[in-house]
Structure formats: C-alpha cells, structure tokens
C-alpha cells in the first residue's frame, strides 16, 4: 500500500486571525506582566534540532500575521523528554511546548502544567485526534500534525524475498519475515528496543478497536489470547523467537535502523508516516513505503492515525493569547509544518474531499482514541500498577525471551505472572 496519508492533496487553510493587534499589558496575579492582546516574545520549546530553516519560515509568516509580535524564542533539546521534564520542576518551561508524551500515563497531572484548551466535545469539532492529552473532559494539547501508523518498509527487500502483496494478518507479516530471512541477507523487522517500543501503544486500538480500554477492563485481564497487549507481546515473541530480529537490539539505536532500512539491510519497522520522509531522504534508489498495521478488525484492515507530537501550553505562561494564536497557527496547514512531518493538518476545516472521504469509509481508529474519564482513569491505573501502561518494560521483556531463551522462564509463565498481576490490581481499585 502506498503512502496513502503522506501523499494525499492538501487544501491550504485561510487563517483568520487579527493582524495589528497592540499588545495590552497589566499586573498578573504574581506581580508579573501580563500580555492579553497578541504580541510582544513568547518562547517555543520543541523536540525538533533539525528544523531551524522550517522554524525561521513559520516564524516570518507568523509576524507577518501579527506584526505586534516581536520576537519567537526556539528552543530544542534531541532528549526531549527529559530534558522538558526536568524543566517542568519549574515554571520556566516556554510558553508554547511539545507535551511530553510520558506523562500520557498520567493525564491527571495535565491541569497542573499546561493551560486548557477547550472541551473535547467542542474541539472535536474542529480537530481530529483532541484525546492526546486530555483529561476529565479537557483538551490540554492538540496534535501538530495527523500521521498514519503503520509498517514501514522497503519495497526491494520485499520483492526479492518473494512477498508480492504487503501482508494483511498477522500470520501473514510472520510468513513474510520467514521469506525474508530465507532468501536475503535483510534483517525482517526492527524491534527499535530503546527508544521505540512505546509506540506500540499507538497501535492498541488497531488490534482492539476504540473502546479497547473499556473492553478490556470487562474482560478482566490484558492478557488473554486475543486481548490488544497480548496480540502485541505474542508477535514480538514470535519475531525473536524465529530470528527475524536484529541479533543484539540493544546495540542498534533508530537512527541506525533508519539507514539500514533504506540501505536495505533492513525489511521493516513499526512507525508513523513522518519518518518516512526522513528514511528516504538516507535512501538511493530503494521505494520506502507504508502499510497499515497487518490485523484485521471487524473483518478489514484498519486505517490508524495519531500525532507525531502534541502542542500545549504552559499554564504559568504570562503572555497566553499570543501563544494560542500561535498554537492554532502552527497546527493549520497553513504552517506547512504538518508537511514537514509527512503528515496532514488536523484541522478539519483543512480537509479536501478525497480526504473527508478518506475518514468516511475506511475503518479508521485513532492512536488515542476518545475514553470516558473513569474508564481512562482505572484502566490507566491499572496499567500502571502492573506495568504496562506504555508497553516499552513489557515488550523489552518478550524481546530478551525470545532472543536468550536460557536465561529467562517461558513465555507462557510470564503471560501468567501478568495475567496475575492485572488481577489483583483490579481487586485493589475495585475496593
């Protein structure tokens, strides 16, 4: 399947905003100045160190928007996460930030660092995909972007493997990977063991549907056959239990996994749609391409899409209505940073009609699909008593079993231990 979300038309969007405005200054609650007109500095912290040209450019089109705007502080770090975590010990953390998604297992704590965006009911309006970071109701950060999840690969590997049609079931993707390892010297599928396996989170409701954490909290366990998190733990066992692995993934980093795909020593690898881009650009002459996540639901495919990064707020910012025009700017098409990222704008008013049709008959499911606050509360506490809320410890334990059998139980017992596990959490909060 092609890069359906990639290279889909996209309609620029008229941005509204009111250009001249004169920034009115006045005593926060602190003693500190406060701007409620959009002008003046505001600083954007981000996890982006190679859009400094990307960045410049949004900048200039956002001055040009509101010339009252007199300067936009970039600042970025490769280790986001911790390095805006340890920022957010403060209340120095920019004024506009990328959401640290490690705090998705704990959506309570959004009030007390970002500002609220507006309710979920009316932001979904307006927005595809407001349940990134939202809590009892709230949207405390919105999408930059719309990116499909799926396998990417490189269609040469697969070729002279043999695999004619990119898989469609699980079975099949397990087939694939045995032609692969037959008949080329690739590597079938990167586990991106450091860094990468959280996002396989992403990919639960493709396995489960939406309401996977509301059905999974009625069957009373994660872990049965079938269940979302068990799909994945037993794919992962099967990928390094029959070699179709890296050897050593804790050596492999993915900024190497990125160029061994596109060298075509790699086959695939479990991502989103931007980093498509990135992979082709490492690439000379191999077809880099996108599938969806090879499960079917309800009898098809399904069509996954998330965000890259999510966008919020700093609640201690002192200049917040220059930020959210900014914010909302950024996320338009307008920024042409959706583009960038391979992605689409998730406003909705963007959308063209191959687009709107695109989300009307596909059987769609979104990484962070819309949850009611007290199923999202118990399951996520849950998940974290037992573990698994982000999956990264869970899948790097299946990846050591079935790469160093000797030197751990069997995979059965530790699906027991964790079956047990989700139990007695469920006892617990069900007091």
């Not at 009307?360 to 699909?369: C, D, E, Q, R």
């Not at 751990?408 to 699906?415: F, K, M, R, S």
Request: charged fraction near 20%; glycine fraction near 8%.
């Amino acid at each position: 399947m092609k890069k359906w979300m990639a290279i889909l038309p996209l309609i620029p969007m008229v941005f509204t905003g009111c250009a001249g405005n004169t920034p009115n200054e006045g005593p926060g609650t602190n003693g500190e100045t406060v701007v409620d007109e959009i002008g003046g500095t505001i600083t954007v912290v981000t996890s982006r160190t190679d859009a400094d040209i990307l960045f410049a450019d949004i900048e200039e089109e956002f001055k040009a928007l509101y010339p009252n705007v007199t300067d936009i502080i970039w600042e970025s770090s490769a280790d986001y996460n911790n390095y805006i975590t340890t920022r957010m010990n403060t209340t120095d953390y920019g004024d506009v930030l990328f959401v640290p998604f490690s705090m998705s297992g704990e959506p309570e704590m959004y009030p007390n660092y970002f500002e609220p965006l507006g309710k979920v009911d009316e932001l979904g309006k307006m927005y595809i995909d407001v349940t990134e970071a939202d809590y009892d109701g709230i949207v405390y950060g919105l999408p930059t972007a719309i990116n499909s999840l799926g396998i990417i690969y490189n269609e040469q590997v697969l070729q002279a493997a043999g695999v004619e049609t990119f898989p469609t079931t699980m079975d099949e993707l397990l087939d694939a990977c045995q032609k692969i390892k037959d008949n080329t010297d690739a590597i079938p599928f990167f586990t991106n063991y450091e860094k990468g396996l959280g996002t396989w989170g992403g990919t639960l409701s493709s396995f489960g549907g939406e309401n996977f954490k509301a059905d999974t909290l009625d069957k009373g366990t994660a872990f049965a056959e079938g269940q979302p998190i068990r799909q994945v733990m037993d794919l992962f066992y099967a990928l390094t239990a029959n070699g179709f692995t890296e050897p050593d993934p804790v050596t492999l980093d993915f900024a190497q996994g990125k160029q061994m795909i596109a060298d075509g020593k790699i086959a695939m690898m479990m991502k989103g749609s931007q980093d498509v881009k990135a992979i082709e650009e490492l690439s000379e002459g191999n077809d880099i391409e996108i599938a969806p996540i090879p499960v079917q639901l309800n009898g098809k495919t399904s069509l996954a899409f998330g965000a890259p990064e999510v966008v919020g707020i700093n609640v201690n910012s002192t200049n917040k209505v220059t930020a959210r025009a900014f914010l909302n700017f950024l996320i338009s098409e307008e920024s042409d940073y959706a583009d960038d990222l391979g992605g689409m704008s998730p406003s909705i008013a963007d959308f063209t009609d191959e687009e709107q049709a695109l989300f009307a008959t596909n059987n769609i499911v979104l990484t962070a699909p819309p949850v009611t606050p007290e199923v999202e509360s118990l399951y996520t506490s849950i998940a974290n008593e037992v573990g698994v809320a982000r999956l990264t410890d869970v899948l790097q334990h299946v990846i050591n079993m079935g790469l160093y059998p000797d030197q751990y139980g069997t995979y059965e017992a530790y699906v027991a231990e964790l079956e047990a596990s989700w139990a007695k959490a469920v006892s617990e909060y069900a007091k």
